[in-house]
């Protein structure tokens, strides 16, 4: 099985409050639109920060981050729409008091003899996060991160990405 997975394509990441900006999310979005296009995929997952007003992750609570992604605002919302080409999206960061920058993006699955192509923002932190998880949770997959599918917060940063392998 062959799972493409988008994470946490979401308007504050590329044009709001921690935006990475149009111009360099424009070339990501092609290529996962490539992607999509080529139709190899099983299923798309698709991840959404989704953060209560008081996350802790918030800079009034104490946290790194301006406030981004509030559940049911329009930051939170997928870029472009993207949610439609979803069979399966998880919501993370839901719990106030727990930063959730990862997610076992094939959890519950029962094959873990899966390719699994990860793709989305932001390179450096929930993209990562995401490949080392279900890569460290799932030996048997084939975890891959395109990096031409991915814009970083910080361009120079080193990420762990565990087993997963980045192309
Ligand atoms: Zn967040």
Known sequence: MKVLALIDPQNDFVDGSMGVGKEKWAPAYDFILDLL??????????????????HCSFTPQGGPWPEH?????????????????????ILKGKDPDTEEYGVDLLEGEVNDEVDIDVVGLCYDYCVACCAK???EA????KVTVY?????????????????ATVK
């Open 37 to 54: 296009n080529k139709g190899e995929y099983d299923r798309v997952i698709l991840t959404k920060d989704w953060h209560p007003i008081h």
């Open 69 to 89: 992604c509030v559940e049911n605002t329009p930051g939170a919302e997928a870029f472009d729409n993207l949610e439609i080409v979803a069979d399966r999206i």
């Open 133 to 135: 998880m279900t890569s």
């Open 138 to 141: 799932h030996p048997k997959a």
């Open 147 to 163: 990096a031409k599918g991915c814009v970083a917060i910080d361009p120079a940063a080193e990420p762990d990405f565990g087993l």
